[in-house]
């Protein structure tokens, strides 16, 4: 199968795609997936996830559903934040390949990366978490499930809450097909439990929410702002990817990646950093200056709410 790996130009081009705002439709109407996957490199395919909310329209899309045709089987990553959505998932898989779902990877224990897991167990097929993010869902995974119930009505039939069926602590490597496949923990990041799946003979990496591209990222209350600064610099870089596909967002490449997130954390923080040097408070650290990542999908959103989150991390730093 490598000896057919070339470089293709859709993995870089999707650097400048057109951003998917609140106001373009569905892009895929005839499936619950918010857009047909696309195959990125040969025999890795990404279905985009809206850069919007999850709501209704996009049916929780709104992260990147990707897989891997191993040549013995397929490995999926990401669940899907509902029962309806793996199945439409697995339709598209159907269509591409003869070969079996063999695992299923939950990127972290969010809903759109786990709530899909009930469909894929019914269909026997392993699903597989890092321990924190297996955690998270059990901790979590009831409010998540009753917020998808909210927002997506009648399209949430069939989901019902399902943990991983085994977990791991920081490295898990596929035990089959035609290339080298591992799950890693690579450090704190978005939030609990991120993993990336990294594919070393192409150089590409299925990044999880350690990356972002085209929209704000979200910062949670018990995101460690600092230490995704530091696992990206010592543990995501040296991978030395060429192609990524981010948790959001369109596949690109690093530097786009970085610029979206790494630059993004380094900004906000030292922005916020010179408010507190100078004395000043929460109230107006919700307003420190992000003007150069307004572009980006989910600004009005997040951008207040990231600052105050910031701020309030680094008072006791």
């Known amino acids: 199968m490598l000896s057919r790996f070339t470089t293709l130009a859709i993995a870089l081009s999707f650097s400048t795609a057109v951003f998917a705002h609140d106001d373009i439709p569905d892009l895929y109407p005839q499936s619950a997936l918010y857009a047909k996957p ?157 993993i990336s799946v990294w594919l070393p003979q192409q150089g590409l990496v299925i990044a999880g929410d350690i990356a972002f591209h085209e929209r704000m990222l979200p910062i949670f209350p018990d995101t460690d702002t600092a230490a995704w600064i530091e696992t990206w610099n010592d543990a995501f870089v040296p991978l030395g990817a060429t192609y990524v596909i981010p948790g959001h967002g369109h596949p690109t490449n690093m530097a786009q990646v970085t610029r979206y997130t790494h630059d993004y954390l380094v900004y906000l923080r030292g922005k916020v950093g010179a408010h507190l040097d100078a004395g000043g408070d929460l109230t107006d650290a919700y307003y420190v200056d992000q003007s150069p990542y307004k572009n980006l999908d989910t600004f009005d959103e997040l951008a207040t709410k990231n600052a105050g989150r910031v701020y309030e991390a680094m008072e006791f730093e």
């Open 38 to 194: 696309v195959e990125v490199i040969p025999y890795v395919f990404s279905a985009i996830g809206a850069t919007a909310p999850p709501r209704y329209e996009n049916s929780g899309h709104n992260n990147n559903l990707s897989f891997i045709v191993t040549g013995d089987g397929v490995v999926v990553v990401n669940a899907g934040a509902a029962y309806l959505l793996a199945k439409a998932l697995h339709d598209e898989i159907k269509a591409v390949t003869d070969q079996p779902v063999k695992l299923v990877i939950n990127e972290n224990g969010q809903g759109h990366a786990m709530l899909g897991n009930n469909y894929w167990v019914e269909q026997g097929v392993r699903v597989l978490a890092q321990e924190d993010a297996a955690h998270e869902f059990e901790e979590r995974g009831y409010n998540s499930l009753e917020g998808m119930k909210r927002y997506n009505r009648e399209k949430s039939e069939g989901t019902v809450l399902q943990g991983p069926t085994e977990t791991f602590a920081d490295k898990y490597v596929v035990p089959f097909g035609d290339f080298p496949i591992e799950v890693l923990r690579l450090g704190p990041a978005h939030g609990a439990g991120d």
